[in-house]
């Protein structure tokens, strides 16, 4: 049996499942075996076998019944059968296999009375060390699988391919967050980490973090760090199955538990639509880390209009919402490229995020004035509208901010000629930005 197991330990080394068998006659190896089905290309090339094999050659005949096999696992069906054929006089095995065990373990084929021969079976020889080198074989195994794929899907969310956003910038991926619970963030992370401002990105329903990319070129330019996420359920962030996943107060943990894992300082909030309202509640739990904020069409306080509840509710009540073209009716800046805005929800199940927002929104916290009249009065504020959104008209979002916000001046609610997609229209804007938030 210590012949066996060096056969194993050899056979752990080439990859293989740690499995070695010997054939003795007489007191002497006439035949040698270690798992090989990998190397080989063999589904037959188990241990068992092989040593068969090799001791049929040696000896000139196929039939061992002089002969005792020692081998460090319980043999299966097949090479169990193998050994039956060749008359084997006896069998001694190390490890119990209990789940294709076939000398006791799940049947026991050497003691099937309905056959002529009938091997002898001796159990548990250097059962420990037989055990212990499979344990560590597939231990060593299970880490390198988690190391090739960090992030593994969990059963109750979905993942697009990553070939899915094959012609989108590559991420970085995130699933050590406590809230996360495993699931997999997409992140955008680039520029220098002692960037003298941080620009935290964040959208809302139903876009991603593509929706900044046109904005990215300027601040990097200008030294500055930029931080996108996709938030969980968007973009390519994981999916979970069931919208009860998603509440404000969750993607809002997840957001803060970011900014501080990034160690994130001097950020200017970039917020679209409700991801304006998730960070400032970011925002307002770690003010420190925060300097400003350019919000986008985001709409303040109180009822929002009718027509943008009816977009979200739509979204949420129809299984095959058209994400692109509806996205392009309420901005034309986002006809341009329609196939990203419907990606991320393209596949059946993708869309709990969509039909759990109309409750998100409701559970949004309320604005941090007190830190938003701070950031006015320290010129840290740009509050940033379309003026052809179809889901907040012009006129009703600045009658809504300055009734939230009156002490806003005027140079600090600007209207842009855009629809409901800001920022897409914005990469203009980027350098008059730099130089307003320059600290």
């Given at each position: 049996?210590?012949?066996?197991?060096?056969?194993?330990?050899?056979?752990?080394?080439?990859?293989?499942?740690?499995?070695?068998?010997?054939?003795?006659?007489?007191?002497?190896?006439?035949?040698?075996?270690?798992?090989?089905?990998?190397?080989?290309?063999?589904?037959?090339?188990?241990?068992?076998?092989?040593?068969?094999?090799?001791?049929?050659?040696?000896?000139?005949?196929?039939?061992l019944?002089?002969?005792?096999?020692?081998?460090?696992?319980?043999?299966?069906?097949m090479?169990?059968g193998?050994?039956?054929?060749?008359?084997?006089?006896?069998?001694?095995?190390?490890?119990?296999?209990?789940?294709?065990?076939?000398?006791?373990?799940?049947?026991?084929?050497?003691?099937?009375?309905?056959?002529?021969?009938?091997?002898?079976?001796?159990?548990?020889?250097?059962?420990?060390?037989?055990?212990?080198?499979?344990?560590?074989?597939?231990?060593?195994?299970?880490a390198?699988?988690?190391?090739?794929?960090?992030?593994?899907?969990?059963?109750?969310?979905?993942?697009?391919?990553?070939?899915?956003?094959?012609g989108?910038?590559?991420?970085?991926?995130?699933?050590?967050?406590?809230?996360?619970?495993?699931?997999?963030?997409?992140?955008?992370?680039?520029?220098?980490?002692?960037?003298p401002?941080?620009?935290?990105?964040?959208?809302?329903?139903?876009?991603?973090?593509?929706?900044?990319?046109?904005?990215?070129?300027?601040?990097?330019?200008?030294?500055?760090?930029?931080?996108?996420?996709?938030?969980?359920?968007?973009?390519?962030?994981?999916?979970?199955?069931?919208?009860?996943?998603?509440?404000?107060?969750?993607?809002?943990?997840?957001?803060?538990?970011?900014?501080?894992?990034?160690?994130?300082?001097?950020?200017?909030?970039?917020?679209?639509?409700?991801?304006?309202?998730?960070?400032?509640?970011?925002?307002?739990?770690?003010?420190?880390?925060?300097?400003?904020?350019?919000?986008?069409?985001?709409?303040?306080?109180?009822?929002?209009?009718?027509?943008?509840?009816?977009?979200?509710?739509?979204?949420?009540?129809?299984?095959?919402?058209?994400?692109?073209?509806?996205?392009?009716?309420?901005?034309?800046?986002?006809?341009?490229q329609?196939?990203?805005?419907?990606?991320?929800?393209?596949?059946?199940?993708?869309?709990?995020?969509?039909?759990?927002?109309?409750?998100?929104?409701?559970?949004?916290?309320?604005?941090?004035?007190?830190?938003?009249?701070?950031?006015?009065?320290?010129?840290?504020?740009?509050?940033?509208?379309?003026?052809?959104?179809?889901?907040?008209?012009?006129?009703?979002?600045?009658?809504?901010?300055?009734?939230?916000?009156?002490?806003?001046?005027?140079?600090?609610?600007?209207?842009?000629?855009?629809?409901?997609?800001?920022?897409l229209?914005?990469?203009?804007?980027?350098?008059?930005?730099v130089?307003?938030?320059?600290?």
């Amino acid at each position: 049996m210590r012949a066996a197991l060096e056969l194993a330990r050899a056979a752990a080394q080439a990859g293989e499942v740690p499995v070695g068998a010997v054939i003795v006659k007489d007191g002497a190896i006439v035949g040698r075996g270690r798992n090989a089905p990998i190397a080989q290309g063999d589904p037959t090339a188990h241990a068992e076998v092989l040593a068969l094999r090799d001791a049929a050659a040696r000896l000139g005949n196929y039939r061992l019944d002089d002969c005792t096999l020692y081998v460090t696992l319980e043999p299966c069906t097949m090479c169990s059968g193998a050994m039956l054929h060749a008359r084997l006089g006896r069998v001694v095995y190390g490890a119990a296999e209990p789940r294709t065990g076939a000398a006791g373990s799940v049947l026991d084929v050497f003691a099937l009375p309905q056959i002529n021969h009938h091997t002898q079976v001796t159990r548990g020889l250097l059962a420990g060390e037989c055990a212990a080198l499979m344990s560590d074989f597939f231990r060593t195994r299970r880490a390198e699988q988690r190391a090739a794929q960090p992030h593994p899907l969990k059963d109750t969310a979905l993942r697009h391919a990553d070939s899915t956003f094959g012609g989108f910038a590559q991420p970085q991926w995130r699933s050590d967050l406590p809230a996360l619970a495993g699931l997999r963030l997409a992140v955008v992370d680039e520029g220098p980490r002692d960037a003298p401002l941080t620009w935290l990105c964040l959208h809302g329903s139903p876009s991603w973090g593509q929706l900044f990319q046109p904005m990215l070129p300027g601040w990097l330019q200008a030294g500055h760090r930029v931080v996108v996420p996709d938030l969980p359920g968007f973009g390519r962030s994981d999916q979970p199955k069931k919208e009860k996943a998603h509440s404000a107060a969750w993607h809002v943990q997840v957001l803060r538990e970011l900014v501080l894992a990034l160690d994130l300082r001097s950020i200017v909030l970039v917020g679209h639509d409700d991801g304006a309202h998730l960070g400032l509640a970011v925002a307002q739990a770690e003010p420190a880390r925060f300097c400003g904020a350019w919000l986008m069409n985001a709409w303040p306080a109180g009822p929002a209009p009718d027509a943008c509840v009816q977009w979200f509710a739509q979204a949420a009540r129809k299984p095959s919402w058209p994400v692109g073209r509806a996205m392009h009716e309420v901005g034309e800046e986002a006809g341009a490229q329609p196939q990203a805005w419907n990606l991320p929800f393209s596949q059946p199940g993708h869309r709990a995020a969509l039909q759990a927002w109309p409750r998100v929104q409701a559970e949004m916290p309320p604005l941090p004035m007190e830190l938003l009249v701070q950031w006015s009065q320290q010129q840290r504020l740009w509050v940033q509208g379309g003026e052809h959104d179809a889901l907040m008209p012009a006129p009703a979002w600045r009658q809504a901010w300055l009734q939230a916000l009156p002490q806003l001046p005027p140079a600090q609610l600007r209207l842009s000629p855009c629809g409901h997609w800001v920022p897409l229209c914005a990469a203009g804007m980027v350098d008059g930005a730099v130089e307003y938030f320059r600290p």
